[in-house]
């Protein structure tokens, strides 16, 4: 079956460093990835891995093991503004995204 | 160059009733996937299409039907609609189903509640 796994709800404090992580077992797999979603809003693209490792952009980083199923997104610096879900996806067939039911992350002053 | 549209915004219908949910794609863009996001849960997929064919198709059942049109705008119809049909319908544009690393770039979603 597809799954993936990602925690439900995650606090930080602004300024600090959060790790959200993801283990995902789907069918097929071409690539993760990770996605910001504001309340009520329509998500957005963070990052892309398709092969092990870490990529960086700017504050946030994510990182991909293939063998073990596993993914983290590492959000450096933290704001206020940072406050949202983070949705793991992988691609699986095609363009088809499967999504985890996101973290939601709130940072506090 | 305009990002995804989608229309309406809000919807509200009562159960039996069918609905028809609009997305403008991304210039350039020939793939477009639909989603259903219930509140506090992560996208579903419904299906994809591909220049006008359907490439895909999630775990919904046919009372859910799509379009793309030549220009790539695209329609989700779902039809005698039950309660739990209510959630935020998410289209998302791609430029190919066949790149790589290709995000997909959502629009802002029809938020349906049906009564």
């Known amino acids: 079956g597809q799954n993936i796994d990602q925690p439900t709800e995650m606090t930080a404090t602004e300024g600090a460093i959060v790790q959200i992580n993801c283990t995902y077992q789907?069918?097929?797999?071409?690539?993760l990835f990770w996605y910001q979603q504001h309340a009520g809003e329509a998500p957005t693209f963070l990052s892309y891995?398709?092969?092990?490792g870490l990529e960086e952009k700017g504050r946030f980083s994510s990182f991909l093991s293939r063998s073990k199923g596993y993914s983290y997104l590492l959000l450096k610096e933290l704001q206020m503004k940072d406050s949202a879900s983070y949705l793991c996806?992988?691609?699986?067939?095609?363009?088809?995204?499967?999504f985890g039911t996101g973290t939601r992350l709130q940072v506090f002053p | 160059e305009t990002g995804v549209t989608q229309s309406p915004t809000h919807l509200i219908k009562t159960r039996g009733q069918q609905v028809t949910l609009r997305c403008s794609s991304q210039?350039?863009?020939?793939?477009v996937s639909w989603y259903q996001q219930a509140l506090g849960q992560g996208p579903q997929f419904i299906f994809q299409?591909?220049?006008?064919?359907?490439?895909g198709r999630g775990n919904f059942p046919p009372r859910f039907s799509g379009l793309q049109f030549p220009n790539y705008s695209s329609e989700l119809n779902v039809n005698a609609l039950e309660l739990d049909d209510s959630a935020l319908y998410l289209c998302?544009?791609?430029?190919?189903?066949?790149?790589?690393?290709?995000?997909?770039?959502f629009g802002p979603g029809t938020r349906l509640t049906v009564l």
């Open positions: 299409y591909y220049r006008e064919e359907e490439n």
């Open positions: 998302a544009s791609s430029l190919s189903r066949f790149s790589d690393g290709d995000e997909q770039f």
């Open positions: 996806a992988v691609r699986d067939k095609g363009d088809k995204l499967i």
């Open positions: 789907t069918s097929g797999f071409n690539g």
């Open positions: 891995n398709v092969l092990d």
């Open positions: 210039s350039g863009h020939n793939t």
